[in-house]
């Protein structure tokens, strides 16, 4: 069993009071590792590093913060096998999708170690003979990282690499269910040699304190979540006092359009990546689905044969597609949405239960049709392996029901007429749009959404604009 203490200043140190918490395997029940539960002090510490650490972070050239960041790339990409399987064993994710995400990670790195060289200012042209305008970008300052359980590795990644790049200094607080995968990058990033204080990371059982004192710190100039809306509402409310730049990546309701002149194969293909990943425990993964009426019969049949196909298990074990819901409460969420979907006259044309043993939790691909907007699985995010499907008989009907919804992350349509593509994805209120692809991620494009689905974008250069502030300089040429 693993056993971790906190990170900070560079020193791994056991929590004020020695309190340590499990994590468990969610595939096996099994007590995986054993790590420092922090205390209110402990937080403090870790700001007070990484504040004291900033100045000379900030000051060092980007090529110098940029040697650090290919390191640890490159330490990511050597122990990608190692990390996958730690993921694996503490999230339940497949091991060949956890490799995935090792590599998603480590891209975060690389991409932001070359952006580092490209923090441009500007000079503007000034309106009196004897003055000058300069346009300065610089690090905001001390960072907090606040990361869920779904993506143990890449969520972390994706916040504190441009930080890093920018000249921010950092302190991580991973999701309680998934630490042992960030705190493991915490000795990579040690290894690679980023100086004490330069990243922290605290890990907790008490996820409300350990975020109200990074709030209220003044020190903590900018805060980045990734999580639920409501945890990114009150974020956002507890950040005004300080006034800090906010990032927030909350939940999502994404609909995935699949029109008349779809290929049908490769369109239920693209649904079958966006639904099930990571067994729909994804912000983006697709959660309804609107298919043409002439063609939702022949639709729901094939996307039924592709589910069937997944194989539910240990994502240790080769072969196994689907694995573990997080929780008991992940699993009687997707229950309770096929429960009120069928009470509403929706019908199970495959899976609909789940297989859960003590804390073990399972759920069964499942497809649903003759779902109508009023049922609960049209309206919350399900956060599990249930893939709805609605009928439509217009572009423009279509449109109006993707975009009846308080969130506005992702969204997915597909067609094989171009003019249509753009026209709906311009009109589709989201902030990412898939054309004819599930899977849009990628480090170079900009990840993040509209309406309650948070603020900010994360990934490529937009990235690294909400690491930055902007400080204009005057100058007059006096002698
Ligand atoms: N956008 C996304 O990617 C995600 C969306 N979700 C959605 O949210 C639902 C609930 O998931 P859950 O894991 O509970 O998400 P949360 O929003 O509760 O957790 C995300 C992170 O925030 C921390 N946190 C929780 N409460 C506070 C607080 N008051 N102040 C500061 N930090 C806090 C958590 O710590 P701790 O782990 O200790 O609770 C975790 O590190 C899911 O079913 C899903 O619908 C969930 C995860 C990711
Ligand atoms: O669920 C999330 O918050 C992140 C989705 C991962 C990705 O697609 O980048």
């Not at 000034?126 to 869920?148: E, F």
């Not at 109200?212 to 956002?236: A, N, Q």
């Not at 573990?324 to 309770?336: N, S, V």
Request: a negative charge; charged letters at 25%.
């Amino acid at each position: 069993m693993l056993k971790y203490q906190l990170y900070i200043n560079g020193e791994w140190i056991p929590s004020g009071n020695g309190r340590t918490f499990s994590v468990t395997n969610p595939a096996t029940g099994e007590i995986v590792g054993e790590v420092a539960d922090a205390t209110t002090e402990d937080v403090r510490r870790a700001v007070e590093a990484a504040h004291r650490a900033f100045p000379d972070w900030a000051a060092r050239t980007a090529w110098d913060r940029a040697t650090y960041l290919r390191r640890a790339y490159e330490l990511i990409m050597a122990h990608q096998d190692e990390l996958a399987e730690l993921m694996t064993s503490e999230q339940g994710k497949p091991l060949p999708e956890a490799k995935g995400e090792v590599q998603y990670a480590a891209g975060f790195f690389e991409w932001y170690a070359e952006e580092a060289k490209r923090i441009y200012g500007d000079t503007i042209p000034a309106s009196h003979p004897d003055k000058r305008i300069l346009v300065l970008r610089q690090p905001v300052g001390v960072v907090a990282a606040i990361t869920p359980w779904n993506f143990p590795a890449a969520m972390i990644t994706r916040k504190i690499a441009p930080a890093l790049a920018a000249g921010c200094t950092v302190i991580v607080k991973p999701a309680e269910q998934t630490p042992l995968t960030a705190l493991r990058l915490a000795e990579l990033f040690q290894e690679a040699g980023i100086p004490a204080g330069v990243v922290n990371v605290v890990t907790g059982t008490d996820p409300r304190t350990i975020g109200e004192i990074l709030l209220r710190d003044e020190r903590v100039r900018k805060v980045t979540f990734t999580g639920s809306t409501e945890v990114g509402k009150l974020i956002m409310r507890q950040a005004a006092d300080t006034m800090k730049k906010v990032s927030l990546e909350l939940g999502g309701h994404a609909p995935f359009i699949v029109f008349e002149d779809a290929d049908l194969e490769k369109a239920a293909r693209e649904v079958l990546t966006s639904k099930f990943r990571n067994a729909g425990q994804t912000c983006v993964c697709t959660n309804r689905i609107y298919v043409h009426e002439t063609i939702a019969d022949a639709f729901a049949e094939i996307l039924v044969k592709q589910v069937e196909q997944l194989r539910v298990g240990n994502g240790m074990e080769a072969g196994v597609d689907i694995g573990p819901l997080i929780d008991g409460q992940a699993a009687e969420k997707a229950e309770r949405h096929v429960r009120d979907a069928v009470e509403k006259g929706a019908r199970v044309l495959t899976g609909g239960h789940r297989r859960s043993e003590g804390d073990v939790h399972f759920f069964e691909p499942t497809v649903l049709v003759g779902v109508t907007d009023e049922m609960l699985v049209q309206r919350e995010e399900t956060f599990g392996p249930v893939a709805p499907i609605a009928v439509f008989r217009d572009e423009d009907e279509a449109i109006r029901r993707a975009n009846d919804t308080p969130y506005g992350l992702a969204a997915y349509l597909y067609t094989r007429n171009l003019a249509r593509a753009i026209r709906v994805s311009e009109r589709l209120e989201y902030g990412i749009v898939g054309i004819n692809d599930g899977l849009p991620s990628t480090v170079q494009a900009p990840f993040g959404g509209m309406k309650e689905s948070g603020i900010g974008r994360e990934g490529g250069k937009y990235g690294m604009e909400e690491f930055l502030e902007t400080k204009y300089v005057s100058v007059r040429l006096h002698d």
